[in-house]
């Protein structure tokens, strides 16, 4: 038995934006070509685009598609710089998607507790700092932990002192709700494929009358914002998946709740020493980050990739190699705990006889490891 339990990395691609996909990828041609062809794609494209702004509570013409997250945050932060707005704050929990461009802009960083929460008091002494007309980077759910953030409260001190935001929804599309008004952010980010849609799709919502310069100048898509051909299966299957996800929300998120409150509750009952993360705030519904002491994380995850268990460290890597946590690190875990951190996360074909493998699967890696260090010791 194979078990997929690293949806916060990828998401399995949903049916209905597989569907989407080919559908769109075997009719082919330009979305800007005026021909039947073209205006085929262009619809597609549309259609995604008001699913889209239906999700984020956006309207469709203040949507810019683009190729994920990473493009998404990059292209926000440039076109906020050149609007104006160049200095940035960024809270230390954030993806390196944006934590990195944040810090090579010479971001100041706001600090968390130890449960991965904002620490508003610090932040707002940055805003003030700031001194008027920044960038500030929230993100909605964290990555590693789930853990949620406080985005409206952040944004507001924000505006107060004279900045606008960016909150990094791509974990939260999908497993809770995601509302550009609610969050009071001027710049909301997503995903394709961390909501069960394909990869090579991003999405930007702009609140009403958010500065938005100039980047990149082209072919004019994206009404000038991003120009350059559109990727309409990508697209097309991005916009089935948000869909898909939003009218499953409401019992989706319960259920993975129950499923993740379950591995939580069996993991601690099955005699393995384990230290979880983010359990003081609230989290995504999907999402379990732990610690087994003892065994490194690296190991942990080629031992039950072995068994047929897909899992995570902290974070993942490019390289696949298992990289230290910044996130714990700023949420103060110590450094030996650090190294043996795992993710679990859960999504649309998540079920119960998954949570009792994962839990029967590592009870028996520390019962290995506990073996093997009572034998050295011996
Ligand atoms: N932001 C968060 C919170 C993420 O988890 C990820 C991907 O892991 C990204 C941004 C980057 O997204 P993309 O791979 O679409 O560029």
Redesign the pocket.
Known sequence: MRVFADY??GAPVRPEAEAALLEALRAGGNASSIHAVGRAQKGRLERAREALAGALGAEPQNLVFTS????A?HLVMAAACVAGFARLIVSAVE?D??FEEARARGAAVAPVDADGRLDLAAFEALCAQAGGAFLACV?LAN?ETGVLQPVAEAARLVRLAGGVTLC?A??ALGRVPVDLQALEADYVIA?S??VGGPPGA?VIALAPGAPFATVHRGGGQERGRRPGTENPPAIAGFGAAAAAALVALPGEAARLKALRDRFEHDLAASRSEVVFFGRGADRLPNTSAFALPGVLAETAVISLDLAGLAVSSGAACSSGKVKESRVLAAMGVPEALRGSALRVSLGWSSAERDVDALVAGIAALRSRTSARILQGAA
């Not at 994920?68 to 493009?71: D, R, V």
């Open positions: 916060n990395a994920g997250a990473t493009e945050a993806h998607a944006v993100m990555n990094d791509s974990q995903s494929h961390k991003g």
